[in-house]
């Protein structure tokens, strides 16, 4: 049984996704500048810009670290793989013998497959849209929203 979110997100927006499963702290910036006021999410942070009126500033994940860049960092993206295998799932990274790309997915106890629905040139790729899938998935879940 494949469980997935319904909206592909963008590679920016699965990075804020993944960054803020890891609880990454995220902070206002702009240019060489940076408020010392730190938010759990994005989306804070982003309201906080608008109710200062802050035209020019924007959200920056992990404060210039790189630790944002899950989708070609295989450091940042492994420590995303190893959270979601200390909730008890398993990951799965398998060539796809039909085309040559990479699958990766993720089982539950329940033998739930979460991710490993498209076939990639890279591996990274794989894993990183498997990870997105998945925490997109607990998130709704976590919500209200998911079965």
Known sequence: MKAQ????PTQEEGNILLSEFK????????????????FDTYAEC????E??????????IGFGSGVGNHHDNWSSLMAV???????????????NYSDGGFLCDFVDLENNEH????????KIEAVFDACVQLVG?????????GA
Do not use: C, M
């Open 51 to 60: 109710e200062k009126g802050y035209e020019d500033f924007y959200p920056e």
């Open 115 to 122: 991710g490993g629905s498209v076939s990639y040139v890279s």
């Open 23 to 38: 609880g990454v702290k995220f902070q206002a910036r702009r240019d060489n500048q940076s408020y010392d006021k730190k």
């Open 81 to 95: 793989v190893e959270k979601i295998e200390s909730l008890g799932y398993d990951s799965r990274i398998h060539g």
């Open 46 to 49: 982003i309201e906080w810009i």
């Open 5 to 8: 979110t319904t909206v592909k």
């Open 137 to 145: 998935w607990l998130k709704l879940r976590q919500k209200g929203g």
